[in-house]
Nanobody, 115 residues
Framework: VQLQASGGGLVQAGGSLRLSCAAS????????MGWYRQGSGKTRELAAI???????NYADSAKGRFTISRDNAKNTVYLQMNSLKPEDTAVYYC??????????WGQGTQVTVSS
């Protein structure tokens, strides 16, 4: 199983980034796909999730600014991040979850938002 995240980088506050996570080795359409983030010295937290059925859920801090989407034909999940803030700075990890015991993580991509 591979979850290849990309799209991170350095952006000024107020800017946008689009993260992508390409999955292989799993039946992508059956998995809930999520983006988690971990800031320096902080615990990993959920940013956004899209279920296998297409339902979405967001952290309160991401609502109205982030949009998660998936393309089952491309086995890819996206996170469009707008109006970025310095507090969004973190390593963003892609997650694929089928059940409590079937759960995979990608390698992470750094997002840095300068003030």
């Amino acid at each position: 199983v591979q979850l290849q995240a990309s799209g991170g980088g350095l952006v000024q506050a107020g800017g946008s980034l689009r993260l992508s996570c390409a999955a292989s080795g799993i039946a992508f359409r059956l998995y809930d796909m999520g983006w988690y983030r971990q800031g320096s010295g902080k615990t990993r937290e959920l940013a956004a999730i899209v279920t296998s059925g297409g339902s979405t859920n967001y952290a309160d801090s991401a609502k109205g600014r982030f949009t998660i989407s998936r393309d089952n034909a491309k086995n890819t999940v996206y996170l469009q991040m707008n109006s970025l803030k310095p507090e969004d700075t973190a390593v963003y990890y892609c997650n694929a979850r089928r059940s409590l015991t079937v759960n995979f993580w990608g390698q992470g991509t750094q997002v840095t938002v300068s003030s």
